[in-house]
């Protein structure tokens, strides 16, 4: 009742504008409700304050039917801005996926899963529906961290985006834009700066390839195999039947390369053999995968390498002393302390 005497006096004096007391939002929608009942020829507008506390200020506003529509359209363009703010990049994700542009990232998977969740739909409970979904919004997906990591990385063992940037200097394509002259220092873990060092990256390996570089393959760290996206078998989801190795204590500073060519003679010991992986998993760790093109020759060559790694003098690329065999049974003996052989 005391705010309606306010407003009747407010309005009996034709005053411009009545200022309103900061109350809570109950009062606040009773005073709204009030206007729009009593008095429909008022309205109540919000201004912003900025800089001040509170960094606004609610006013009924005594103002002509020109006016007040004046007053109402700039509330809707106001809630419009705000939208738009909000939405944010929700924007620049969805013209992506409608043009279907080719997307770049570095060790991108977790980075994928956060966008999909809050930008497209809370994630699917299976890794299929994922794949599924995401590789429909985005049918190209290059990961540089897959492209650094492969058998015989080209630009050395580290992979983390600060160091190839370095080692990449300015010699690639992808040129730092005159606006953004601070990113000539480092400011790893910036969005910005991050995006360019991806960018150099790739660029890197556009101009070496005679062939697009490999897509839809995201880095899995500590993993055996990369996360296809593109329709087809996927390891992870369907492990095929791979003989798996574990070898351990290698000599810091050996290639994979050396340790293929070790491996050479056995593979050439099996006519079907189709090749082995090395994945490192850690500093002086790493995983051979033995691909081989039916089971027979799988198990051949499984066979074989088991022998390699008990019978091969190693020393010099692997860390290790050599077995002992006097005066053990054969069931005691033990391999060389650098090789686990196993099937896993």
Known sequence: DLQLLFLAAFDARKEKELKVPMLNKFLIRAIRESVQDKYPHLTIDK??????????????????????????????????????????????WTALAQQKKP????????????????????LPRTLVEFKEGIHKLFPVIYDTKTLVSGPDPPLGNDTWLEALGKRLGSSTLCELDQDS????????????????????????????????????????IRNLWMLNLAPGKDPLVEPAPHAIFQ????????????????????????????????????????????????????????LKLVQWIQDHEVRGLLRGRSASHSGEPAAKRHRPDSVVAGKL
């Open 47 to 92: 201004r912003d304050l900025p800089g001040q506390q509170p960094p606004f200020e609610r006013v009924v506003l005594n103002v002509s039917e020109v006016e007040k529509e004046e007053v109402v359209q700039a509330g809707k363009e106001k809630n419009r801005k705000l939208l738009e703010r909000i939405v944010g990049f929700r924007k620049v």
């Open 181 to 220: 002259i601070r990113y000539a220092q480092s400011a790893a873990h910036e969005a910005g700066y991050d995006a360019w060092m991806t960018g150099k990256v790739f660029s890197f390996f556009l101009a070496q390839a005679d062939q697009p570089p490999s897509a839809n393959l995201l880095f899995m």
């Open 103 to 122: 997307l770049v990232v570095h060790n991108g998977l977790y980075d994928l899963l956060f966008l999909y969740h809050w930008l497209e739909a809370p």
């Open 247 to 302: 070898l351990d204590s290698i000599e810091a500073g050996i290639q994979i390369q050396q340790l293929r060519m070790m491996l050479r003679p056995v593979l050439d010991m099996v006519p079907n053999a189709a090749g082995v992986d090395i994945k490192w998993t850690g500093d002086r760790a790493a995983l051979l995968v033995v691909k081989s093109k039916d089971a027979a020759a799988d198990e051949a060559l499984r």
